[in-house]
Nanobody, 123 residues
């Protein structure tokens, strides 16, 4: 299963960006979809995840500013980021797990990561 992320870029403080991540492959079902980020010199941290029942969990630092959503028909997860701050600058990675026909007709659990998309918040 491959993930393709898009939507990163340069934005001024207080601005908005929308990240998207599409999963492709022989996917049978998707459980959790989410976003992590890794700032300069920092570890990779949770931003937000969303379950197949649309239950969302957010890092405290982004609550009220970021919104995660998913489009199950398109195997896509989005992250709407508003009121961006310089400390939101990071490479954002999407992640998806579920069941897929990885090889042949056998269903296999998978957990995939996207390639990362850079978000820079600066004036």
């Amino acid at each position: 299963v491959q993930l393709q992320a898009s939507g990163g870029g340069l934005v001024q403080p207080g601005g908005s960006l929308r990240l998207s991540c599409a999963a492709s492959g022989r996917i049978r079902s998707i459980n959790v979809m989410g976003w992590y980020r890794q700032g300069p010199g920092k570890q990779r941290d949770l931003v937000a995840v969303i379950t197949s029942e649309d239950t969302a969990v957010y890092a405290d630092s982004v609550k009220g500013c970021f919104t995660i959503s998913r489009d199950n028909a398109k195997n896509t997860v989005h992250l709407q980021m508003n009121s961006l701050k310089p400390e939101d600058t990071a490479v954002y990675f999407c992640t998806v797990n579920g069941l897929a026909f990885v090889e042949g007709p056998t269903l296999t659990p998978f957990a995939s990561w996207g390639q990362g998309t850079l978000v820079t918040v600066s004036s």
